[in-house]
């Protein structure tokens, strides 16, 4: 409603109305980022987080857990496209993916866009979220009915440690390392030696979203991610892009003991030969840009010292179920 | 933070959710007034009026018209209290009510708990607004089916100009004169004396609503009604009681050519003869606290000299549709 | 938007700035109440409390402490006159007063307006809010020079424990009973009864300002208040008055061992004769209706069964420095 | 003021203060961007705008104008290094710069680090924008007392239709181009082919700031501005980053008749020889990075048809003084 200014005027109650519900985030402590709403779709609470889906007029649908955005209709598709296809696409033949959470099934849905991938394990801890998306986010029905994707509910260390299955791709869609939240174990150097490393086969890529990337927020988490995994890899590439509904930069990082080298012609041609569709964001030119870390970003990340262990984590702001 | 850290920790990010939608309404320009929202319920335009439902966490359900509450389920009961029961409780024995808008339903709800009246009438304008309450206000349920109500759509105005039948009480339950609005009209000395009075029988009782009767706000209409009013009929009782979702004292101005006199005791036992249940606000004394005005609002309304008319009207915050 | 369309057209960007600074309080966990801001006047704190006198647009220069509206310039003579005038008229002959709190110095102000005051003892914790209040509150600027006022830096228990003088009136103009704030043992019976009781002199009207006395807040701490000192004293007075920056009606008890009765002549003629200059809201009618709560709260006060000992306090929503 | 956790809990009060003032932005009518503020520092109106210092919590000091945020300081170095340095580096030999707006004081300050520079002249219609950034923008003292800058109060299109000097750089810094703002006619194919244009050197430089780019705002202004420049000049470059304080990335477009090309080594060379200190966000490769747009931001640019003129202008969110 609304949308259309008529002629007598009538734009004005309708403006009115137009804003006066919101949702409110806090980016940090002082700094709010807030959006008009059409509607609360959904709201409900697992056993691990609390869940809200928010019809948003600036950026659509948007799924909100414990309340911190994290996925929204209208600019996911740069989250997900940067997650997936560069990785996926400097492994020269992938086959199996393993995805440690990723409940939302957008990251799957990228991943099922590739020719070569004939299986992916989804591996949420939160069976409520995974049922909640596969209602609510029609965008990645298709995904969640694919014959090649195995959806599995367990916390994702577990699963790592218990199975043997190799992987040419393990992907790290977590929540952020949010103090009490369930996942900050998960970005622990010992983790990815002793977990995930073993976990891949040879010539195998992890890559992980690894938090605020912007010139000011990427010391919170990004540049120590990056670090923890220069200690355990031989070959690590980071890189971000501008999420809108995230009001920041975000980062991923990459990693592989095999090199990660592909310019941009290379990656248009894969991506040519291997992806379904067009992507909207990511082509050989925006990787090319979105991995030249811009001055600031780039010295920390060479310099940064500090390792993500358990006894040493750091955390985003937020506090999450369990702090 | 934490005030009540209960063992499974689920404070924090229940109070970090609870916190993120949020309902926000300017009072005036400089003011706002925001409630944490549960659900939006419903939304919808009229062909006259922006109409929404909102669950709203300090207020329960509120009725939302152009942007500006109605009516919230935690406190409408002040309000339609009392609206409703001092001038039916000033007259000796009324039978037959209209009400000029009231399409919530809520009036009627309250006229319709008094055994001598066998006839109310609610003559509003807006057929969507009054579907929309019929269905989703589910505390009018009951009144909406009572046999003694009749629910005309049509411009009030128009209704009592084309009808000849005479009423012992007339209840103004309109929206407040805003710019634009569809009610100014409504307020107006030519309107009180040419359209209502005639439509009174001998002895018959007028009410309205009369917008914030605040300390500061009180000057924007209600004492201005209180004048226009003063002009048509021999005997008027202004009074007022504060409404927390409105943040704000509110008004009522009652009118007659009849004396309203009744002191608490005979209020308290009108009220125990004729109205089924109790009420939830309004007994004797609360009415004699309620029409015994403070120092400043009574001196304004002694001293105001503006009468209401289409040529000189006074407006409260806000637009109309048709603005 | 626009509604005074000025011909050199001020109003857009006038109204584009007018909001963009804001003051927000949070009246409850999920009910907020914004004024615009015309400017941060100063900002400090002590080692009791956070203070800030703001520049609002909707209720002039406002008093901030611990991030909770203590008075704002509009508006903080109707807490004032209701604090001070009803028991001070009450006495038959009142002398010396002492003043629990009252830093700000409007309780002063209003009190030496008194003719038959000869002295005033404002006894406050916190030197660094006095110093605040006197240089930056001008309205108080005469009341703190006058030599009838002895301002005693001190916690008001100590100092009425440690002293021998009786008064004819004991004032509470202490913060509410916030979880770790510092006043909350100054509301309990014990300190009724052992430390305020024996410093009145025969005929002594001791009174207290007591939190918020809406229609649904007056459970927090307004009823029990009230409760508390029936148990002390034997005539205990409960009133009421809508205070348009707190957003709520707000509560006082006044309590005695003689009689607290005059009716609104009488008090309008102890004004007349005892006052100086013109009470802005307070008169005898208007005590009257404040006097006469409405049915919910009469109820309410009638019917409680709290009784305030440290063991047992109640709180209103905030959080003091120390909790 | 409150940054530390004290072990005695203080923390919480301050964390209750230090958010009870805000800076609200609405970046679009959907979406508000919110600063938690220290203090209002300054306000003030000119014959053009309205103008406000604030001291925010996340961003340092800000300057609004009608209600925007024109410059944080702590990121306005990457609005300014990046306007200034690509096209005066660029440049073989840059002498002489003109300034179209600028009053802030930051761009002259890049500029005058420049070592080839001897002239720099800025052309600012508010006298009082720049009396208030010179006494408030402490930052900027120092250019501002360079003997080598000329201001000059003036319409920049009126300064350079009126004059004959010509320059090696002329800078774009004026306000975006909203509806009824002083600067829209400035953006337009006209006013660079017939008024900038003429006023360049052979090999001379035009740059101006050239709106929001983001995934989705680029389509306001940026690809416009872009492809009004290549209908004028040759050679013509479009480059963005993200300015955290203003939520969005931003974007500046250079063009010349004259080969806009150096790679990253090239400008990190230049920069070592030419610029005084070092820059904090820019560098060979973060231009390299800035200037390889992404793919959907390449494609508008490429695709963009619309040409900026007086009668077909667009324009970004927000009213300016005369709209």
Redesign the interface.
């Known amino acids: 409603?609304?949308e259309v200014a008529l002629s007598?005027?009538?734009s004005?109650?309708?403006?009115?109305?137009?804003?006066?519900?919101?949702?409110?985030?806090e980016i940090?402590?002082?700094?709010?980022?807030?959006?008009?709403?059409?509607?609360?779709l959904h709201?409900g609470?697992s056993q691990y987080?609390?869940i809200?889906l928010?019809d948003?007029?600036?950026f659509g649908k948007a799924l909100?857990i414990?309340?911190k955005l994290q996925s929204a209709e209208?600019?996911e598709f740069?989250y997900h496209e940067c997650l997936v296809h560069p990785p996926v696409l400097h492994h020269p033949n992938p086959k199996n993916v393993f995805i440690m959470g990723g409940g939302e099934g957008s990251t799957a849905r990228e991943l099922l866009r590739h020719n070569t991938i004939d299986q992916v394990i989804m591996c949420d801890i939160d069976e409520e979220v995974v049922d909640f998306c596969k209602s609510y986010l029609v965008a990645n029905g298709e995904a969640f009915c694919d014959p090649r994707l195995k959806v599995i509910i367990n916390d994702a260390r577990a699963e790592l440690e218990a199975g043997e299955e190799r992987y040419d791709v393990i992907v790290g869609d977590l929540a952020d390392p949010i103090d009490?939240g369930p996942c900050y174990k998960l970005y622990t150097k010992s983790f990815y030696e002793f977990t995930v490393k073993p976990r891949l086969k040879e010539g195998g890529i992890f890559v992980t979203q690894a938090g605020p990337a912007?010139?000011?927020?990427h010391t919170e988490v990004f540049s120590s991610i990056y670090n923890t995994l220069k200690q355990v890899f031989k070959y690590v590439v980071a890189y971000s892009?501008?999420i809108?509904s995230y009001?920041?930069?975000w980062g991923w990082v990459m990693a592989s003991d095999f090199p990660l080298e592909l310019n941009a012609e290379e990656i248009d041609m894969r991506m040519r030969e291997r992806i379904k569709g067009e992507?909207?964001?990511?082509?050989g030119?925006?990787f090319?840009?979105?991995s030249?870390?811009?001055?600031?970003v780039?010295n920390s990340l060479d310099n940064e010292t500090h390792v993500y262990t358990e006894e040493a984590a750091r955390f985003i702001h937020?506090?999450?179920?369990?702090?």
Request: net charge neutral; glycine share 10%.
């Open positions: 409603m609304g007598n005027g009538q004005h109650s309708l403006n009115g109305y137009r804003k006066s519900c919101w949702y409110e985030e940090e402590d002082n700094l709010r980022w807030c959006f008009a709403l059409n509607s609360i709201t609470a987080q609390d809200a928010l948003t007029k600036p909100v414990d309340g209208t600019d740069i009490g912007g010139i000011f927020s892009a501008h809108p009001a920041d930069i992507n909207r964001y990511l082509d030119k925006t090319s840009s979105a030249t870390l811009s001055k600031v780039r937020g506090h999450g179920k369990h702090a």
